[in-house]
């Protein structure tokens, strides 16, 4: 059983930044896929970026393309997400999530989830 739990969310000023972690444990982290979702008040969870198991791998939204950088630490068992250039539009609770298989952009292929940390970007 895998275990999630994501930190590093808070409020920021909009053009600023923050760094999202998601710290695994349970399961063998460099086997699973891992994938960053959002959710903001009264919206559907939606998809924001996933990368492989390896690394090698990463796919964006659009609306965050360029802005936002998924990583991993296969050695630490933690993945991240930089985000820079953030607007009052990426207000939401992110969640990571993993999967072991490729990389999806949808969330009901994914088997484990955090419990969420919360951004808050002001205008």
């Known amino acids: 059983q895998v275990q999630l739990v994501e930190s590093g969310g808070g409020l920021v000023q909009a053009g600023g930044s923050l760094r999202l972690s998601c710290a695994a444990s349970?399961?063998?982290?460099?086997?699973?896929?891992m994938g960053w979702f959002r959710q903001a008040p009264g919206k559907e969870r939606e998809f924001v970026a996933a990368?492989?198991?390896?690394?090698?791998?990463?796919s964006y939204a659009d609306s965050v393309k360029g802005r936002f950088t998924i990583s991993r630490d296969n050695a630490k068992n933690t993945g991240y997400l930089e985000m820079n250039s953030l607007k009052p539009e990426d207000t939401a609770v992110y969640y990571c999530?993993?999967?072991?298989?490729?990389?999806?952009?949808?969330?009901?292929?994914?088997?484990?989830w955090g419990q969420g940390t919360q951004v808050t970007v002001s205008s």
């Open positions: 999530a993993s999967r072991r298989s490729i990389p999806s952009r949808h969330s009901y292929q994914y088997n484990y």
């Open positions: 349970g399961g063998t982290f460099s086997s699973y896929t």
């Open positions: 990368i492989s198991a390896g690394g090698g791998s990463t």
